[in-house]
C-alpha cells in the first residue's frame, strides 16, 4: 500500500532509506563504543592492577596452604586445636583462591563475558573486605600501631598478600566496571529523577548509627562494650573501629546522594564507586566476623557484650545488601535513560 512508508510499490523499503537507516545504526554502534571506552592507558592499568592483585593472593594462598599442612601434622598453633585450626585456613585459602580467579577475570579478555552476578557479588564481597583497610594500614603504619617489629617469613607474604590484593582491586575493579557497565558511572548525580524507599531510608539510618557506634568506640566510648575488655582495645582496635565507622558513614551518604540526587553537580561515578565499596565493607566484615562471635575459634573474644556483637554484624551483612540493592537499582534506571546493560539487568 503506497503512502505509509518509505516503501517502494512492492512495499519493500528503498535503496535511500536503507541507507539513512544503516547511518543511523552505525551512530549508533560508535556512541557505545564511545561511552565504553576509557582510553588504553586505564585499560593497561587494569590488567597490570588485575594480574598484581592474583600474583600477591598467590602469596598468601602458599602460606596458608604450608599452615594447614602444619595443623595436620599436630603443630597448631597455642589455643587452636587441630581441627579449628585447619578448618579456619580452609576457609581462607577458599577466599585467596577465589581472589586470585577474581583478579585474573578482572585483567584478562575472558573477564568481560563471565555472568554479571558471580563478578559483582564476588568483586563486592572482596573490595569490601580489603580496599577499605587500605587507610587502616596507612594511618597504623604511621602511629605505630603495629607490634613494632618487621614483618618475616610468613607474615610478610601475608601482609603483601592482602595489600597487593587490596590495591589490586582499588585500581583494576571501577576500571572494569566503567568498561563493562559504562553508563551508570556517567553524568552527575542530579541527572535524572530521584527516586527511594523506606527500605533504602531505613538502611541508610542503620548505616549511619553503625558508623557513629564504632566512631564512638574509636574516640573512647564503652557503650556497649563488656566491661571485661574496655582495658584490653589496643591503638588497632580503635583504628579498625573508626576505620568500620568511616566506611559506614560513607556508605550512608552516597546511597544518599544516589537515591536524593544531591549534590546535583557531583559527578556520579564518585558515589557510586563509594557506595559500592561501603556496603560490601558492611557485608564482608560483619559475614566474617558473626561467625567468629558464635562459634569463638581459638578461644576468639570479642570486645562488645556479646549479644550487641551478634545484633550488629547481623545489622550488618543486611544493610550491606539493602544499600548494594540500592546502588544496582540506582545503576539500572540512569542506564535506561541511555540505553544499554547494567550490572543489574544482566545479573
Given at each position: 500500500m503506497r503512502g505509509y512508508g518509505p516503501t517502494d510499490d512492492s512495499g519493500r523499503l528503498g535503496s535511500a532509506e536503507i541507507s539513512r537507516l544503516m547511518e543511523v545504526r552505525v551512530q549508533v554502534v560508535q556512541d557505545s563504543a564511545d561511552v565504553s571506552t576509557v582510553?588504553?592507558?586505564?585499560?593497561?592499568?587494569?590488567?597490570?592492577?588485575?594480574?598484581?592483585?592474583?600474583?600477591?593472593?598467590?602469596?598468601?594462598?602458599?602460606?596458608?596452604?604450608?599452615?594447614?599442612?602444619?595443623?595436620?601434622?599436630?603443630?597448631?598453633?597455642?589455643?587452636y586445636g587441630t581441627a579449628d585450626w585447619v578448618l579456619l585456613n580452609v576457609v581462607t585459602v577458599v577466599m585467596a583462591a577465589t581472589g586470585i580467579a577474581l583478579g585474573l577475570a578482572l585483567a584478562q579478555p575472558w573477564g568481560r563475558r563471565l555472568a554479571a552476578g558471580p563478578v559483582i557479588f564476588f568483586s563486592w564481597a572482596g573490595a569490601g573486605f580489603l580496599v577499605p583497610m587500605l587507610p587502616y594500614v596507612m594511618i597504623s603504619s604511621l602511629l605505630g600501631g603495629g607490634s613494632g617489629s618487621a614483618a618475616q617469613g610468613e607474615e610478610a607474604f601475608i601482609a603483601i598478600g592482602f595489600a597487593g590484593m587490596?590495591?589490586?582491586?582499588?585500581?583494576?575493579?571501577?576500571?572494569?566496571?566503567?568498561?563493562?557497565?559504562?553508563?551508570?558511572?556517567?553524568?552527575?548525580?542530579?541527572d535524572g529523577p530521584a527516586h527511594s524507599s523506606a527500605l533504602v531510608t531505613a538502611a541508610m539510618a542503620v548505616a549511619a548509627g553503625l558508623g557513629l557506634l564504632w566512631w564512638s568506640w574509636a574516640l573512647g566510648g564503652t557503650l556497649g562494650l563488656d566491661p571485661a575488655s574496655r582495658g584490653q582495645l589496643e591503638l588497632n582496635d580503635r583504628l579498625l573501629s573508626g576505620s568500620s565507622g568511616l566506611w559506614a558513614l560513607l556508605g550512608a551518604w552516597s546511597v544518599w546522594t544516589l537515591t536524593r540526587g544531591r549534590?546535583?553537580?557531583?559527578?556520579?561515578?564518585?558515589?557510586m564507586t563509594l557506595a559500592f565499596g561501603a556496603s560490601g565493607s558492611?557485608?564482608?566484615?560483619?559475614g566474617w566476623k558473626l561467625p567468629m562471635v558464635i562459634l569463638r575459634p581459638g578461644g576468639f573474644v570479642t570486645g562488645e557484650y556479646t549479644a550487641v556483637a551478634i545484633v550488629e554484624h547481623a545489622l550488618g551483612i543486611a544493610v550491606g545488601l539493602a544499600l548494594l540493592a540500592a546502588v544496582l537499582r540506582s545503576a539500572r534506571g540512569h542506564d535506561a535513560r541511555g540505553g544499554g546493560c547494567t550490572p543489574a539487568d544482566a545479573a
Open positions: 582510553g588504553a592507558r586505564w585499560s593497561l592499568a587494569r590488567r597490570l592492577a588485575g594480574y598484581g592483585a592474583a600474583l600477591s593472593m598467590a602469596l598468601y594462598l602458599a602460606v596458608k596452604v604450608v599452615w594447614i599442612a602444619a595443623g595436620l601434622s599436630g603443630d597448631a598453633p597455642d589455643g587490596a590495591v589490586g582491586l582499588a585500581v583494576a575493579l571501577p576500571i572494569y566496571l566503567r568498561e563493562r557497565w559504562p553508563r551508570p558511572f556517567l553524568g552527575r548525580a542530579g549534590p546535583a553537580r557531583l559527578r556520579r561515578w564518585v558515589p558492611l557485608f564482608a566484615w560483619s
